[in-house]
């Protein structure tokens, strides 16, 4: 099976060919905030003269932009060449590439900057999710992380963290994506264009301002 894969959710842009879950091309980059238009290039790279027979995406949380140009990628693939898409949640990529790198295993909290103060994170036991995905205050971290638990993340975001726990830096690659699709798909999981949308675990900033002046416009 040929899984074309993409990552645009945070801080990388990236896309990865993998046949039989062996990487066969991949290419990812660090860009600025908002550049994933890159993504283009990248696929049409990685993707040249190889048969695709499943796509998979990134979509999220992370960056909003980045996450609908991802996933609207990956739909267009998907109802073009008439293949199933499958998406997976960043979280789950973190810790991913945190397992494959040390071979932990134990609680594992991902953590991925949400702004406000805030993270985006999960609790896993390995590669095992045990929780829903969630959104908590950098201050309550204290309260809700396991005692002995590791965390997982950017080196922006793991400083932030206060207590002894153990750290690990992760980032996002377009295989990680394409690993975890493979083991969904293995595990009978099919889906087309239509189930595939963004993972978004709040409104944007956009949306919350223009919700404001909605309610204040409607109190006068």
């Known amino acids: 099976m040929g899984i074309l894969a993409i ?14 879950g062996n990487v066969v091309a991949e290419k990812n980059l660090i860009l600025p905030k908002n550049s994933s238009s890159e993504i ?6 990685v993707s040249k003269k190889r048969d695709i027979s499943a796509i998979a995406v990134d979509i999220g949380p992370g960056s909003f932009t980045g996450i609908r140009i991802g996933v609207s990628l990956a739909r267009a ?3 073009f060449l008439r293949i199933p898409a499958v998406g997976i949640q960043s979280l789950d990529c973190l810790v991913y590439d ?9 609680d594992i909290y991902p953590l991925i900057d949400a702004l406000r103060d805030e993270v985006y994170t999960a609790h896993f036991w390995g590669i095992k999710r045990k929780s829903g995905y969630q959104i908590k205050k950098i ?21 932030k963290i206060r207590g002894s726990y153990k750290r690990i ?7 990680a994506v394409g690993y975890l699709a493979l083991e969904k798909i293995k595990s009978g999981v099919r889906s087309n264009y239509t189930d595939l949308v963004p ?4 409104r944007s900033f956009a949306e919350e301002r223009s919700a404001e002046k909605k309610g204040k416009c409607i109190h006068k």
Not at 139 to 159: N, R, T, W
């Open 139 to 159: 201050d309550d971290l204290k309260e809700y992380l396991a005692k002995g638990s590791i965390i997982v993340g950017s080196p922006e975001v793991l400083k």
């Open 98 to 106: 945190a397992i494959k790198q040390e071979n932990i295993c134990g």
């Open 7 to 20: 990552e645009t959710s945070n801080n990388v842009c990236g896309a990865a060919f993998m046949d039989e």
């Open 199 to 202: 993972f978004y675990m709040r």
């Open 40 to 45: 283009f290039h990248i696929v049409k790279r």
């Open 169 to 175: 830096e992760a980032g996002f690659t377009a295989s």
């Open 77 to 79: 693939y998907s109802q």
